[in-house]
């Protein structure tokens, strides 16, 4: 069978797939819990697949390999470390989140502040920066797409906009139904790769052995040689030290606070189950992690420099569907597609409870029946879907940079008040104003000076310092005002 054939084949059967799950999730939404968080009764496969499905997304499985493969190892320490150590931070406050009886984690503010407001700005927070961090998604799709089926990347965008709204218009449970399949799929595609590389390479000594000898430019565009020995170093080229531990305050307290983590916790159908999400998630994911940095490793092994100038992005798309082609090929990025759009459904659903219930329901004067909230939650899909497929036409060029930086917003603005709030320190509602105010204040101040070279670590690990001293001084001037009392 030739290789545009078996891709069509791929194709046809993952858009049959994808359509019985939206078909079949459709109309089951009655209320908003249902619909955002499906009423809490997730089981702990589910949460698993779906907190799993979450993370791994375009720019795990083509940024990051397309790192090892172009740098060296000192990836892991930019972004896979700061990810696990986040997500060990999560695990902390898991019960005490669950224990809320809340649908967004903006209702937190106001379930415990009483403020509207609160829940509303938080809204509008996470509905901007959603929107931007969704054009990571649309690109890996749109690349993957474009090679597969020799069409224009924007018309692949084109394509993932359709397959996205499709399967977040069903609501959470689409999304959890979605996510079980495509992690599946790609934990099967990747296990399949990794040990095909394996095999090419004669094993896991030898394929160090191999990677240890690289040497050469990795593609035209690269600026500096890899040395001998360099692949396997931990530190180095642009990922210095002083930059990889900074993005522990991007890459992960921003998952530590991520609401896209913490919806898939609150709709577990109990507090153990929650926690037991993130454990075996952690279990999985080092599975896939492992084989994705020794497929990126064993690529440059067998494939030591490309012919042609490609992005890191661009890499292990260029190199399975060309250099190291196999009937496995086209089962493999189609996964990459499914990683893509699992990511991508559950922020569009995100941005959806955030325009609905937060900010909508939040602020308006009169209580708005649930069938509306739905209702305008769908309109927020296509709507968020929408811009962030305008703004993927003209992409960032590395992903894994620009996912760090989004994520650093969500660091500074909302790693304060959620964890200050959920460990029990005595904040008060004008001291997460001064959090929000100084965070805002210090990334339109602090990004440009990072973005221009004029500093060197990431702008969070500055940022979260000024929004958690604001936020505590405001909140001591406070208690202080009042006697004490809050």
């Given amino acids: 069978m030739s290789k545009t054939a078996l891709y069509l084949l791929y194709f046809c059967l993952y858009s ?41 997304s375009a720019i795990t499985i083509l940024s990051l390999t397309g790192s090892v493969y172009e740098d060296r190892l000192a990836v892991l320490f930019y972004s896979v470390v700061p990810w696990f150590l986040g997500a060990f931070l999560l695990a902390l406050v898991t019960r005490r989140l669950y224990a809320n009886d809340i649908i967004t984690v903006p209702e937190l503010f106001r379930v415990k502040y009483g403020s509207r407001s609160l829940q509303a700005v938080y809204g509008i927070i996470f509905i901007v920066i959603y929107i931007f961090y969704l054009v990571s998604q649309y690109k890996g799709f749109g ?18 906009y359709l397959f996205i709204l499709y399967t977040t218009f069903g609501g959470y449970r689409s999304v959890v139904r979605t996510d079980m399949f495509n992690l599946i799929l790609l934990t099967v595609s990747l296990s399949v790769v990794f040990f095909s590389i394996l095999s090419q390479v004669g094993g896991l000594r030898e394929l160090y052995r191999q990677a240890g000898e690289v040497s050469g430019y990795a593609h035209a565009a690269v600026q500096a040689p890899t040395q001998p020995g360099q692949l396997l170093a931990f530190f180095g080229g642009r990922y210095t030290p002083l930059v990889s531990l900074s993005m522990f305050w991007g890459w992960g307290l921003g998952l530590a606070a991520n609401p896209q983590y913490l919806v898939r916790l609150l709709g577990a159908r109990d507090s153990s189950t929650a926690r037991k999400t993130i454990l075996w998630s952690l279990v999985l994911l080092a599975f896939l992690y492992f084989a994705l940095v020794h497929i990126g490793l064993g690529m440059r092994a067998l494939v030591p420099s490309l012919p042609f100038p490609e992005t890191t992005d661009g890499i292990i798309i260029r190199l399975i569907d060309n250099e190291l082609y196999g009937p496995w090929s086209g089962f493999f990025l189609f996964s990459v597609i499914g990683a893509c759009i699992s990511t991508a ?9 955030s325009f609905s219930y937060d900010v909508v329901r939040g602020l308006s004067r009169r209580e708005l029946s649930e069938a509306w909230v ?15 497929m305008l703004f993927t036409l003209n992409p960032p060029a590395f992903t894994l940079s620009y996912g760090g930086d989004i994520w650093g917003a969500v660091s500074i603005l909302l790693f304060p008040p959620l964890y200050g709030t959920l460990l029990g320190c ?3 509602k004008r001291g997460i104003w001064a959090c929000i105010l100084a965070g805002s204040g210090a990334i339109f101040v602090l990004y440009p000076m990072y973005y221009n070279g004029t500093l060197t670590a990431h702008p969070a690990m500055f940022g979260v310092l ?3 001293g604001a936020m505590f001084l405001v909140s001591a001037l406070d208690r202080h005002r009042t006697g004490g009392r809050l």
């Fill in 345 to 353: 459904n559950s922020q569009l659903l995100l941005i959806a409870s």
């Fill in 143 to 160: 690349m993957v797409a474009s090679a597969l089926f020799d069409i224009p990347y924007p018309v692949a965008v084109g394509m993932v």
């Fill in 426 to 428: 005595k904040l008060t």
């Fill in 16 to 56: 049959v797939v994808l359509l019985i799950i939206g078909k079949t999730s459709l109309g089951s939404d009655n209320s908003p819990r249902d619909y955002f968080i499906c009423e809490r009764k997730v089981n702990l496969p589910l949460s698993v697949c779906t907190f799993t499905g979450t993370w791994v």
């Fill in 466 to 468: 000024l929004s958690t």
């Fill in 374 to 388: 739905v209702r305008l939650g769908r309109l927020a899909v296509l709507g968020g879907g929408t811009l962030a």
